[in-house]
């Protein structure tokens, strides 16, 4: 029975008022004048030279430097994740000697400055002023100039690629443990072999684990390409503007031009990580699919957000199973 049936007056509607919250408009205007005074500071200063920053932010030396800056890092990292999953699953391996190379290769190149490391590499011909092929302990084949066959920019890449291995095996070997030991035990179950078990089965599921710090990883190693000058190496972009402004005599201007670039493809690279969270996070986000929209549950058939058939519907949509498998035998 309604309240109006049983002769009871209606209750007068609540007018809800927000909650008050003063400091929350004081912080934010605080926090707004003060970016307010750092955008006036960066734009009246004369001594930040705008009209230099943007003749040299084109500028073809500038430009070439960040194109080796991207080959140094994105050579480098390659390289890097082949040996850091070759190490990780060193590190697991039932062998102790696979075990204890790995360990001391990470403990080694874990524990000594890069900075360090590239200088031993610039000096690698100082060392083994030969390379040559043949047996072991035994008769040379092939000798070779060691200054021939590692430049400057091979002994650089060689440096960075060694060093980035040590941390990205431990950021391997986590998301290679954070899968459940019962996935491989029923991919042996079916006959598989470990090596197909490890590709097709733990890495596509440990790559959830394994991207963001990977991500990260690989900004820090755009920055880091900064300290080939030690081998020396002079072509990527922090020793190209850095010449640039010691010849013109400006190099806070120049200092600039270089944040300016490695702002822009830290962005990029940053876009790009998200997108691969996306990707290989999919299944893990409470049923979103790659695009972040969920499956219709109450439409037959219908399509993820991706436009295609789930695996189960497209199984139900082939009519080779039943709709209820034990129609025959429930009472």
Do not use: C
Request: hydrophobic letters at 45%; glycine letters at 10%.
């Amino acid at each position: 029975m309604s309240t109006e049936a049983a002769g009871q007056p209606l209750p007068e509607p609540l007018h809800a008022r927000p909650v008050p919250r003063p400091g929350r408009w004081v912080s934010g205007a605080v926090v707004a004048v003060l970016a307010a005074m750092v955008v006036h500071a960066l734009i009246t200063n004369p001594n930040f030279r705008w009209d230099t920053v943007w003749l040299y932010l084109r500028d073809v030396n500038v430009v070439r430097g960040v194109g080796w800056t991207l080959v140094l890092t994105f050579g480098s990292m390659a390289i890097a994740i082949v040996l850091a999953v070759l190490l990780a699953v060193m590190r697991r391996s039932d062998n102790p000697v696979m075990r204890w190379v790995a360990w001391v290769y990470i403990w080694f190149f874990r524990g000594t400055p890069i900075y360090t490391q590239l200088v031993f590499w610039g000096l690698i011909s100082v060392l083994y002023p030969r390379l040559s092929l043949g047996v072991p302990f035994g008769p040379e084949f092939f000798t070779f100039d060691t200054r021939d066959v590692i430049t400057a920019f091979w002994a650089a890449l060689i440096g960075l690629a060694l060093n980035e291995a040590a941390y990205l095996a431990e950021i391997v070997r986590a998301g290679l443990g954070s899968v459940d030991p019962g996935q491989s035990e029923a991919a042996r179950a079916l006959g598989m072999k470990e090596s197909k078990i490890l590709r097709r089965i733990v890495l596509p599921q440990a790559m959830r684990v394994i991207v963001p710090p990977t991500g990260n990883e690989t900004i820090s190693m755009l920055k880091t390409t900064s300290l080939v000058v030690a081998v020396p190496f002079t072509l990527e972009l922090t020793y190209a503007t850095s010449a640039i402004g010691t010849r013109t005599f400006q190099p806070i201007p120049l200092l600039i031009v270089a944040a300016l670039w490695y702002l822009l493809i830290t962005s990029v690279l940053m876009v790009g990580q998200h997108h691969l969270e996306q990707h290989y996070g999919r299944g893990f986000d409470g049923g979103r699919t790659g695009r972040g929209r969920r499956r219709d549950p109450g439409r037959p058939g219908g399509p993820g957000g991706d436009g295609r058939l789930g695996r189960q519907e497209a199984i139900r949509a082939a009519g080779t199973t039943q709709d209820d498998p034990f129609v025959e035998v429930t009472p």
